[in-house]
């Protein structure tokens, strides 16, 4: 580190279609995990922040949800608020699954891969409507071949919306010290905007409810579709200096609730040590952790919803 070097500090958005490796390439940045990953889509649901540090630069990515063509009110407020985060950065990082790039390119993509194709060509739409250039990064360069990726790199560089390619796996790490060094450079010279030791800047009590319902999506992604929203009713530090978390796990339906609970609660049981767990490791004291599953019929139609994961509610 260059001690006279002018210290510099700025936001780095990631966009992207959903499953694309957002959060994963975030939490890789900066170095611990500040933003959930499951091999769903629609994993993210609001903008969270992550400290990533770069020499004398400080980088402060926002992982945004993904991009698609949305429906329901929950996945209009979702995209909003993914371009909105764009919209405020010094720099726009669209990360894109090259693996479905290829596998469509090739013929032999799944539904997946054809969806994921297409909200790329619609974030590219949206790019070039917001006359925003962005580092195109291709994700997902583990098991692929380089010179397969040429073509691809070709095609989505000829749309002219992106000022440089990056090729990277934010699994394994590749390239990403590159990226990382790119970005830094973008950021404007100032001051740091967090203190140096600071990583992650969500409330304790929604990262709590984030790593609940990232468990509840590892355990039971084939059945539940996207029908559950956590919220953390009490967060209490003890004298013992253990904290005591109570969660509500809000459903659409009874059947969905007998699917969390599981039988003889088993699956709740398992949601509930796994959370607990990484709780304990993130707060580094001891958790006690108390799970509710309710059913709360149109909880993606209510304001309040919103307003606890920062998101516009009429859009
Ligand atoms: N093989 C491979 N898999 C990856 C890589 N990066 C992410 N993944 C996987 O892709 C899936 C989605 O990762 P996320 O980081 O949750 O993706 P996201 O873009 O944040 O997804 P949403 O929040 O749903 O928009 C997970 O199963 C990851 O493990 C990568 O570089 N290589
Ligand atoms: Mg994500």
Redesign the pocket.
């Known amino acids: 580190m260059n001690a006279s070097a002018p210290t510099r500090a700025g936001f780095a958005a990631?966009i992207?279609?959903?499953?694309?490796?957002?959060?994963?390439?975030?939490?890789?940045l900066v170095g611990s995990k500040v933003?959930?990953?499951?091999?769903?889509?629609?994993?993210?649901?609001f903008p969270v922040r992550g400290v990533a540090m770069a020499g004398q630069a400080q980088i402060v990515l926002v992982?945004?949800?993904?991009?698609?063509t949305p429906r329901r009110r929950l996945d209009r407020a979702m995209v909003r608020s993914a371009w909105a985060g764009a919209e405020d950065a010094d720099a726009v990082v669209h990360?894109i699954?090259v693996?479905a790039e290829l596998a469509v390119g090739e013929g032999k993509g799944e539904g997946s891969d054809k969806k994921a194709v297409q909200d790329v060509r619609t974030i590219i739409e949206g790019l070039k409507g917001a006359k925003r250039q962005a580092i195109l990064a291709l994700?997902?360069?583990?098991?692929v071949k380089r010179d397969r990726m040429l073509a691809v790199v070709q095609e989505l560089f000829d749309t002219g919306v992106y000022s440089e390619v990056f090729m990277?796996?934010?699994?394994?790490g590749?390239g990403v010290e590159d990226l990382r060094e790119r970005l830094a450079g973008l950021m404007p010279e100032g001051p740091w905007l967090y203190p140096e030791d600071q990583t992650a800047d969500l409330p304790v009590r929604l990262l709590a409810a984030e790593i609940t319902r990232e468990k509840v999506y590892l355990r039971v992604h084939e059945e539940l579709p996207y029908a559950a929203s956590v919220e953390t009713t009490a967060f209490e530090e003890r004298k013992d200096g253990s904290v005591r978390i109570e969660q509500t796990i809000y459903v659409e339906r009874d059947g969905q609730r007998a699917i969390i609970i599981g039988d003889k609660g088993q699956t709740l049981k398992w949601i509930g040590s796994a959370s607990r767990e990484e709780l304990g490791d993130i707060l580094d004291r001891k958790v006690h952790l108390f799970l509710h599953v309710k059913v709360r019929e149109n909880w993606a139609e209510e304001r309040e919803i919103y307003q606890g994961m920062g998101l516009e509610f009429d859009v």
Do not use: C, E, M, Y
Not at 16 to 28: E, V
Not at 139 to 143: A, E, H
Not at 168 to 172: E, N, Q, R, V
């Open positions: 990631i992207g279609a959903p499953n694309a490796g957002k959060s994963t390439l975030t939490n890789r933003s959930i990953v499951t091999r769903k889509v629609q994993t993210t649901r992982d945004t949800p993904g991009i698609f990360l699954d693996q994700n997902k360069i583990d098991g990277i796996s934010a699994t394994t590749a």
